[in-house]
């Protein structure tokens, strides 16, 4: 199956702080999307992007199907930011399409 | 436009009794998937339905697992004699069509057996 790294696996910042996390995966993608759990574990949909380029408030994502990998990019990181970062994906053709793949996500601690 | 509502949002059981979760889609999605996050792991897929039908449930274990999608309500993952390792966080999504796209999920229901 689908192989999906997140990198790094975790990662600690001062608040007021930029990140990038990555996601790679193995094999030609029809769904991409990046998911927050906050540290109550709710799990929050954060970007759909099978291809291109989003941008919502200090957050945004670029996928580059071609080179299968995506980046999530979080700018002025405050402490409500920390959690979990889940990279799923679904892969292009196939019966069974319609199954996420997760990675085992960034553990990211924003500090005061 | 209400998101995935899932519910209990916690649920204790002891070893041995019976675990309901429901989950009900967003207002117009037609497809259900559940999944489950077991501790320090990511989300493994379970099964996926319609309403009135399984479509691939080759994620759920074969024993003591079921789901359902009734064509009035919610949801159901239906788990008999719990075990302690049962305990996880259990995810619904939805979605408005079936095979791609994207997946909306719910806040999840976590179930401890004692």
């Known amino acids: 199956g689908i192989q999906v790294e997140q990198s790094p696996p975790d990662l600690i910042l001062q608040e007021g702080a930029n990140s990038t996390l990555r996601c790679n995966f193995s094999?030609?993608?029809?769904?991409l999307q990046w998911f927050h759990q906050n540290p109550w574990g709710q799990l929050i949909n954060l970007f759909y992007i099978p291809s291109g380029t989003k941008q919502n408030g200090r957050l945004s994502a670029t996928t580059v199907a071609t080179e299968r990998y995506s980046l999530l990019y979080i700018s002025s990181s405050q402490t409500t930011d920390s959690g979990v970062y889940f990279c799923a994906v679904q892969v292009e053709g196939g019966g069974s399409n319609y199954k996420l793949t997760f990675g085992k996500g960034t553990l990211l601690t924003v500090n005061p | 436009n209400a998101g995935v509502m899932q519910n209990p949002r916690h649920l204790v059981r002891r070893r041995g009794q019976e675990a309901r979760l429901r989950c009900s889609p967003m207002?117009?999605?037609?497809?259900v998937y559940w999944y489950r996050q077991l501790p320090e792991e990511g989300l493994k897929f379970m099964v996926y339905l319609q309403k009135e039908n399984i479509i691939d449930e080759s994620g759920m274990p074969k024993e003591r697992f079921s789901a359902e999608f009734p064509k009035e309500g919610p949801s159901i993952l239906r788990i008999q004699q719990v075990v302690r390792g049962d305990s996880a966080a259990y995810f619904c999504?939805?979605?408005?069509?079936?095979?791609?796209?994207?997946?909306?999920f719910g806040e999840g229901s976590r179930l401890t057996v004692l």
């Open positions: 094999d030609s993608v029809n769904n």
């Open positions: 207002k117009g999605h037609s497809h």
């Open positions: 999504a939805s979605s408005p069509i079936g095979h791609t796209g994207e997946l909306f």
